[in-house]
């Protein structure tokens, strides 16, 4: 199985972008490790970026599971990236549409190179702290639902937030943008998913309402 927590299990189909809300960074290595695996075991182009210290517990997870990660990192079917700025704009700031543009230009390299599919995993707290508006972040979130899941790309996506650096209304946003989440030990299913147009619909509803409430005062 793709994605594996606490002995739970589920298949994940290409396309998909999953959110883990984790409270220890220490939570990531575990999850991502399994998701990687199967996508090498496939064929698969595979990167995880996060802090140096992420990355060296990702290793030691993936050489449990019997991956060979020296030889991967060779072959160019794993990359692994513990530096923020290839993924900021001018390797400075946050732009939601350059991190999407950039998992393109990584899936158009993985196929050209001839593989099957390409498999990333980003600590997005590391990523964009200091640098992203929650507006920026759910912009991310919703374009990478409406590019990949609409477009049944092959990609599987898994980004990890830390909750406790969340505010609570953008979490409950970040979950209405997934149909899989991982919180905690469990992975859980999202009931209230909307795709990135009915998202969007929703958005413009909600703008236009307070367009004609201003008028009517």
């Keep these: 199985m793709d994605l594996s927590v606490e002995g739970k299990s589920e298949r994940i189909p290409p396309g998909s972008h999953i959110c883990q809300l984790y ?15 199967v996508g090498l075991s496939l064929k698969e182009k595979c990167l995880f970026a996060a802090a140096p210290a ?3 517990e990702l290793r030691e997870e993936l050489e449990k599971l019997q991956v060979d990660v020296d030889e991967l990192i060779a072959s160019g079917q794993l990359v692994l990236y513990d530096e923020r700025d290839v993924f900021l704009a001018n390797g400075k700031r946050f732009d939601p549409y350059f991190l999407l543009s950039s ?33 920026q972040i759910l912009k991310y979130e919703a374009a990478s639902d409406a590019v990949f899941t609409f477009q049944n790309a092959p990609i599987i996506a898994l980004m990890h937030y ?29 009931p209230y998913y909307l795709n990135s147009e009915q998202y969007m619909l929703k958005i413009l509803r909600i703008n236009k309402d307070k367009g004609n409430h201003s008028t009517s005062a």
């Design 23 to 37: 409270s220890k960074v220490t939570e990531i290595p575990g999850v991502t490790a399994r998701l990687l695996r």
């Design 54 to 56: 992420q990355i060296q």
């Design 103 to 135: 998992h393109q230009t990584f899936i158009a390299q993985a196929l050209r190179e001839g593989w099957q599919a390409v498999r990333i995993s980003i600590d997005m707290t590391w990523l964009s702290k200091d640098l992203a508006t929650p507006e």
């Design 162 to 190: 830390d909750h406790s650096k969340l505010l609570p209304s953008l979490v409950v946003e970040m979950l209405k943008l997934h149909p899989i989440s991982v919180v905690g030990k469990y992975i859980k299913r999202n």
